[in-house]
Structures are given as C-alpha cells and as structure tokens.
C-alpha cells in the first residue's frame, strides 16, 4: 500500500490522499520489487479496446497475465486478446471455444524489457458487450 499521501508506484490510480482506493490501476504499479497490473471490469465489444497500458521503467518484469471474466455469456463467440509491446503484436489469442474458460485456467507467462510501450487489449466478436478483467502479477528486476 502507497502512503498517505503518497505516490502510488507511478500508476493511474492507487490510494488517495486520503487512504481511500480510487480505482483499478491501470498501469504498472511498483511495491517493492513487486509489481502489478488490474484493468479493473471491462466491457468489449466489437472492436478491440484497451484493458491496460503503461510504459515500464529502469528495469525488467517477469510475471503472468491472467484473464477473467464472463466467459459463459460468450456462446459461440470469439474471445480475442493481444499483448503488445511498442505496438509490435508479441501474443495474440483468439478463442472460439470458452464456454468453461479452460484456456485462462492458467495465467499467460510474461517477460517486459526496460522501457516498454505495454498495450493489453480485447474484444470479442458477436457484437455482444461482455465484461473481462486482465491482471499482471509478478516481479520486477533492476540491473
């Protein structure tokens, strides 16, 4: 947790002056050498949306990204995510098949280089809104 008052790790939202949560942080949030990531409930729809973006900082992150959501309101639907880095495409999933979410059962292993340009984004093809949530866990490493 940031101090009162404090700076939050460098994210879009974390602990007010108050104490108090002000929202999903929806970029890269430093504590310790620990580092995380929540977009928070998103809803998508027929075009690709941003979930999380940020640009890391003087060191390097190893950790997972998880995916969760309303993945039995999908039907037949596509699920449709991609990670990229400095708006290079390095993952991209496109699920037709997630009625039980078997394919996020286990989170996505991810490595960030030093001063990185992050995009995580979704979207899902039937023209349907449905909420999703991504997560970044992990660690982070300075040389």
């Keep these: 947790m940031a101090p009162i008052g404090g700076p939050t790790g460098g994210g879009q939202a974390g602990f007010g002056s108050g104490g108090s949560f002000t929202g999903p942080a929806e970029a890269l949030e430093l504590v310790g050498n620990h580092a995380y990531a929540y977009s928070g409930v998103k809803t998508i729809g027929g075009s690709l949306s941003d979930m999380i973006k940020f640009t890391s900082g003087n060191y390097y992150f190893v950790g997972s990204l998880g995916i969760e959501g309303e993945f039995d309101d999908l039907g037949s639907s596509t699920l449709q995510i991609q990670v990229?880095?400095?708006?290079?495409?390095?993952?991209?999933?496109?699920d037709s098949s997630l009625q039980d979410s078997t394919r996020w059962d286990t989170p996505t292993p991810l490595i960030i280089p030093s001063y990185t340009e992050v995009t995580i984004k979704g979207t899902e093809n039937s023209g349907n809104s449905v909420n999703f949530e991504a997560l970044l866990t992990g660690r982070i490493y300075r040389g």
């Excluded at 880095?85 to 496109?94: E, M, R």
Aim: proline share 0%; aromatic share 28%; glycine share 0%.
């Design 84 to 94: 990229l880095f400095n708006d290079s495409i390095i993952f991209f999933t496109k």
